[in-house]
């Protein structure tokens, strides 16, 4: 049974940071695709960040590109989000997602299998 299990978020004020942490059970992280997503009140989720586990290669969505940064550790069968710069409108849900697959070209939902309960982050100005 695949689990995974956020933590990291909090309360920042703009121009702060975070790192979202992703840690996988049931999972190795040593293939296929990890994400992350956000989900703001009132509004729909969309994807961030994901990572081809196999490859390392990562995209990002336009508003967080050079903000953000996705990464793995496959000691700790993690995966991190770096986020730099926030801003208020940064403030949602963040959960990771996982999939079985390995081919996953950007961060869309339908590409991904297992998923988190997500961590809150609060960014203020």
């Known amino acids: 049974q695949v689990q995974l299990v956020e933590s990291g978020g909090g309360s920042v004020q703009a121009g702060g940071f975070l790192r979202l942490s992703c840690v996988a059970s049931g999972y190795a992280i040593s293939n296929g695709c ?23 290669s990562t995209y990002y969505s336009d508003s967080v590109k050079g903000r953000f940064t996705i990464s793995q550790d496959n000691a700790k069968n993690t995966v991190y989000l770096q986020m730099d710069s926030l801003k208020p409108e940064n403030t949602a849900m963040y959960s990771c997602a996982a999939a079985r697959s390995a081919y996953c070209p950007r961060v869309r939902e339908g590409d991904f ?13």
């Open 34 to 56: 990890m994400g992350w997503f956000r989900q703001a009140p009132g509004k729909v989720r969309e994807g961030v960040a994901r990572i081809n586990l196999g490859y390392g």
């Open 113 to 125: 299998d297992y998923w988190g309960q997500g961590t809150q982050v609060i960014v203020s100005s």
